[in-house]
């Protein structure tokens, strides 16, 4: 089981990007897609999240900017991320809570991370 990330780069401020992940292999049940970033010297932070329930959250810096979605039927999971700000520069992780075939025990997993980089 494995998370692969894209749609990170450079752009400028007032500028958009769009997030993709896709988790594959022997999948059992997701319960949470969603986006973390981390910035240098800071702390990873939950930047949206998507449950199987309809539940979603943004953490209040994001609120009105950036949209997740996700495509059940292919297990992935979006980040529109519009008006972007200099201090949105991080790398982005992709993470879910999901179980596996074999182990029925939801546990988190990672993505590799993306880049964004939005400049002044």
């Known amino acids: 089981v494995q998370l692969q990330a894209s749609g990170g780069g450079l752009v400028q401020a007032g500028g958009s990007l769009r997030l993709s992940c896709v988790a594959s292999g022997r999948i059992f049940r997701i319960n949470v897609m969603g986006w973390y970033r981390q910035a240098p010297g800071k702390q990873r932070e939950l930047v949206a999240s998507?449950?199987?329930?309809?539940?979603?959250n943004y953490a209040d810096s994001v609120e009105g900017r950036f949209t997740i979605s996700k495509n059940n039927t292919e297990n992935t999971v979006y980040l529109q991320m519009n008006s972007l700000k200099p201090e949105d520069t991080a790398v982005y992780y992709c993470?879910?809570?999901?179980?596996?075939?074999?182990?029925?025990?939801?546990?988190?997993?990672w993505g590799q991370g993306t880049q964004v980089t939005v400049s002044s």
């Open positions: 998507f449950s199987n329930t309809g539940t979603i």
């Open positions: 993470n879910a809570v999901m179980s596996t075939v074999s182990i029925h025990v939801a546990v988190d997993y």
